[in-house]
């Protein structure tokens, strides 16, 4: 492995200039007579970062209807939930590199899986290059992440909110006539709306800084810049390209996008919210 | 009872057992489904290095080879890597959970002035991203010189402000009586706090240390960046090694999921003996937040 060595020149001589760095990251130049970006490629993994946060409401969903169906007086659960939680508490890399056998596209999990199926089928199917193709290779990485957190902190956080509604709200509902959709949504759905706005919020700060271990392991990046996400781009810049400055002015625009939006969240979303 | 009456609840509780055993075959077959990316992790594993590459793919491997995960010992120091994982995700959660444990000591039952506005600062801290405090934190282990030492991999990590928020809330919880008792008899500030305090503190002392030994144990990008040398890599770090040494050729996929699995097996172990304090921490940290 090459040694990466460490811009200890450069960081401690580093002097101040100012807000160059941003002009660089947020500005636009004219060129030709048209506006161009002076950084084209973090526009470009912005979009990367928003697109791979698309993920978050079928988590969301998918883990509240984990919840209802678990949220029933069985016994063994506890067994369940643990195997649920799995993968959320392994580690990132070995899930990264499991995904990336499964992904393979000649011998993978999933290709074959394919493949059989359209055989069975009289077919001749053949998966898509999922890592290494431009179309395939962000929603690639989110069905990783749903696989991931589907049985993780949000089931866990439902089910106990959902725990937390009296039965009796049910019964009342019953005596007077609801079916099971009603129920759902004058009484479930509120009665967890608290727990709702926590995970959109915390999932969105989450979803933000998110992809580096993806993006290091499984793509660096690739197809052509396809998976590299804004935290992934801090890393090349501070770590592989010593542009310390430059990492530091992409981290400071994060953190104002955070901001922000988390500011939104909590006022509008605030609203939505019964207590 | 009459008749109708009689029916009719035999047609509930029928309606019930229905309800449940579907419940469960579906949450069998969803279980299965999950663990199935796992299986085939262990099952890669225990096949010979070329017979990984076969389709139609086998899930049971013939014949079943153990070569792989002795092999993952000598191809890269992973034993030094295991050592190095253990050392610091040890010496992190200890720091952590006594840190957080003193803190939240003195800020729920000390009082001195600015307490309170001292604790929301501190909390603050907590909205402020990781990928943000990345950069800087970085520049000054550069400038404190503990780039690739045990330093930069531990004291940062030391101290944690959720640690400190989540144990203060349960000490607040810890009625007075007790230790206006022990007062009386004479014990000091660190005596209750030792005595009393920490022994009744046990399940959210568990949750603590069972979040700071995973966290710490499964971090990645931080010691990608602060470590150099080999010596001081930890085993998320190791496997990502792997995936260099196998550059140029074919990577080999028994090796990289024995390894792989050796990597997690002790966090899950952690997490199947804590699993109570997990959930319940996990329950405390939505609830309240």
Redesign the interface.
């Known amino acids: ?1 090459d ?2 060595l ?3 020149p450069k ?2 001589s ?1 002097n101040f200039i100012g807000f160059a760095n941003f002009i660089k990251l947020l500005g636009f130049h004219a060129q030709d007579g048209a506006w161009l970006a002076n950084d084209p490629k973090f526009w470009k993994f912005t979009g990367n970062t928003l697109f791979l946060m698309m993920v978050i409401p079928i988590q969301m969903f998918s883990s509240l209807i ?1 919840a209802i ?2 949220n ?1 007086k ?1 016994k063994g659960i ?1 067994v ?8 959320t ?6 899930i990264c ?3 990336q ?2 992904y ?1 596209p ?2 993978g ?1 999933l290709n ?1 899986m394919i ?2 199926i359209g055989s069975m089928l009289g077919a001749d199917w053949q998966g898509p290059l999922w890592l290494s193709s431009m179309a395939w290779a962000k929603p690639s990485l989110m069905i990783m992440s749903l ?1 991931v957190a ?2 993780g ?1 949000n089931t ?2 439902y089910l ?2 959902l725990q ?1 509604i009296p039965k009796d709200y049910y019964e009342a509902a019953e005596i007077d006539g609801a079916n099971g959709w009603q129920k759902f949504w004058s009484i479930t759905w509120p009665m967890i709306s608290p ?1 709702t706005f ?2 959109t919020i915390m999932s969105i ?1 989450w979803g ?2 998110g992809g ?2 993806q993006a ?2 499984m793509t660096r990046g690739g197809p052509n810049g396809a998976t590299t996400t ?2 992934y781009y ?2 090349n810049n ?2 592989e390209w010593h542009h ?1 400055g430059y ?2 002015s992409v ?2 625009f ?2 104002i996008i ?1 901001f922000v939006i988390t500011l939104i969240n909590w006022r509008f979303g605030g609203k939505l919210v019964h207590y | 009872m009459s008749k109708e009456l009689l029916a009719s609840k035999e047609m509930k509780a029928k309606r019930e057992l229905t309800i449940k055993f579907i419940t469960y075959a579906f949450l069998v077959a969803f279980g299965v489904t999950m663990m199935l990316p796992f299986f085939w992790m262990l099952s890669t594993s225990l096949k010979e290095t070329q017979a990984v590459y076969v389709f139609p793919p086998k899930w049971i491997p013939d014949p079943v080879v153990w070569a792989s995960y002795l092999k993952v010992w000598s191809v890269v120091p992973f034993a030094r890597f295991y050592l190095n994982s253990m050392l610091v995700a040890l010496a992190v959660t200890l720091g952590q959970v006594f840190t957080s444990a003193f803190a939240a000591y003195a800020f729920s039952r000390l009082t001195f002035p600015g307490r309170d506005k001292l604790f929301f600062s501190y909390l603050a801290t907590m909205m402020i991203p990781g990928s943000v405090t990345l950069v800087p934190v970085y520049i000054l282990m550069v400038h404190f010189r503990w780039i690739d030492s045990y330093k930069a991999l531990i004291i940062p990590a030391m101290f944690s402000a959720y640690g400190t928020f989540m144990l203060r809330q349960f000490f607040m919880g810890i009625p007075r009586d007790l230790e206006d008792a022990a007062r009386i008899d004479g014990c000091s500030l660190f005596g209750i706090f030792w005595k009393i305090i920490l022994p009744l503190s046990k399940p959210i002392l568990a949750t603590l240390t069972t979040f700071t030994f995973m966290a710490s144990w499964n971090n990645f990008m931080w010691p990608l960046l602060v470590t150099e040398s080999v010596e001081k890599k930890t085993l998320p770090i190791g496997l990502a090694y792997f995936q260099e040494v196998y550059q140029y050729t074919q990577p080999d996929w028994a090796l990289l999921m024995a390894g792989s699995l050796l990597v997690t097996i002790p966090v899950i172990i952690v997490f199947v003996f804590n699993q109570r304090f997990f959930v319940e921490g996990i329950k405390m940290s939505g609830i309240k937040g």
């Open positions: 492995m040694a990466q460490v811009p200890w960081v401690l580093a984990l169906i678990m029933q069985l506890a369940f939930r643990t195997i649920y939680f799995l993968p508490i392994s580690s990132g890399v070995a590199l499991l995904w056998w499964i393979n000649n011998f999990l074959s493949t059989k696989w589907i049985g902190y866990i956080l106990a909110a937390n727990t926590f995970i700060i933000f800084q580096f271990e290091y392991i804004l935290e801090i890393y501070l770590y310390v990492a530091a981290a400071w994060l953190f955070i």
